[in-house]
């Protein structure tokens, strides 16, 4: 039987999930992979916090960065969280003192991944982190191992829990963004601190770069997103866009366009044909596209306690049982600088509600200021508010393919007019 000593930096949901899943479930870990797991070395923010596990019986340090020096440690678990600070200090540490790392630190990775991943490398070591991309769903093993050969052309899906129940709860039972906020709050979905990473929709950004590079071998650039989040979605967008068949959904999406990198994270209408439409509540899903498979759909829970120790012992297994580790599927030195691809030029379908004065004339001169600039338009729907005559009236239209560039520029001269009451709302269209 081979030991694999570990330590675990971090107490929260995650670390204590895990702590008591290798507990409940060592004997089985023996049975299935002949591996004994000793935790030799916990650290948290309080010792005296209280827990739903008893910590008393573990070797406690108040400084993480300690466990890292311990001779026989095998693997630091990194569960603290931090973009830099203490969890990159401690990652680093580990590294350098021949301890493989197991993380979930999603945001650590995007900002600060090249030179960890390259200084992991180096010392022949695991810099694994099967948890920081949607929760349980096996998605980096997946592009590592499943498909390694496949060449992939896209890489879509949900990647936030929290802005997924938002938009699910607001359909479902017609409340405002602000109402479901607070209940996912009081769920525990999101805290005051995370909320913003969530909703604006930089957490799943964080996501999608840590993916994108494993897909397309570019190198780990978190500013290379364009981020949309879903603070601006009204009920009414919702609403309408279910009368049309779609759902809005938070989506990011990867891909190579003319040898640049296009990582988008928005909010986009979705089909109620395609399987993302119908991924509720907090649940996440991806979606890839190769050479060889035209649709490979993953859906599972994003988020959790248990959800997420379920990726960190996937890694801790591969740890146990491999020499050699290559962490992103691609050397360090064969990634890419990969130039940031021109939002302008993305061609899309999209859905915009154009807020105007109930008077004649409004719609044909808004249709011309389309057909003057070449834009195709698939659905137009006018909807009168009979219970408000002075209210302003929505107009509902959706395009075919254009490049947004030539879409902005209608745009702007549409909502100088004179009949226009407020910003239009421009939502893209999901295409696959």
Known sequence: MKELNICIAGLGNVGSSLIESIEKNNDYINRKSSNQIN??????????????IEISKYNWFDNPVDMTLLENCDVIVELIGNEKGISYELIESALKNNKHVVTGNKALIANHGNYLFNLA?????????????????????????NISFNKIKKISGILNGTTNYILTKMEEDNLSFEDVLQIAKDKGFTSDHEADLDIEGFD???KLTILSTLC????????????????NIKIEDISFA?????KIKLVSESSIINGEIYNFTSPKLVSFNNPLANVGDALNAINLETDHLDNLFLEGQGAGGKPTTSSVLSDLYEISQNNNFNNLGFKTKDLIKY??????????????????????????????????????????????????????IPIIITTHKIQREI??????????????KEKITVLPIHDN
Not at 122 to 143: D, H, M, R
Not at 216 to 231: E, H, P, T
């Open 39 to 52: 935790i030799i070395g916990i650290s948290a923010k309080s010792k005296k916090k209280k827990r739903n």
């Open 121 to 145: 490398e180096y010392n022949s070591l695991a810099l694994s982190f099967e948890a920081a991309v949607a929760g349980g769903i096996p998605i980096i093993k997946t592009i590592k191992n």
């Open 204 to 206: 799943a950004a964080h």
């Open 216 to 231: 397309f071998g570019s190198d780990l650039n978190f500013k290379q997103n364009y981020i949309d989040g879903i603070s």
């Open 242 to 246: 279910k009368n049309i068949g779609y």
């Open 339 to 392: 130039k940031k691809f021109n939002l302008e030029n993305i061609i899309n379908s999209y859905y915009l509600r154009i807020m105007t004065d109930d008077r004649s004339g409004v719609l044909s001169s808004i249709t011309n200021h389309f057909t003057d600039s070449g834009i195709s338009v698939e659905k137009i729907l006018q909807l009168p508010d009979n219970s408000n005559l002075n209210a302003p």
């Open 407 to 420: 879409l902005n520029n209608v745009i702007n001269k549409i909502e100088k007019l004179s009949f226009v």
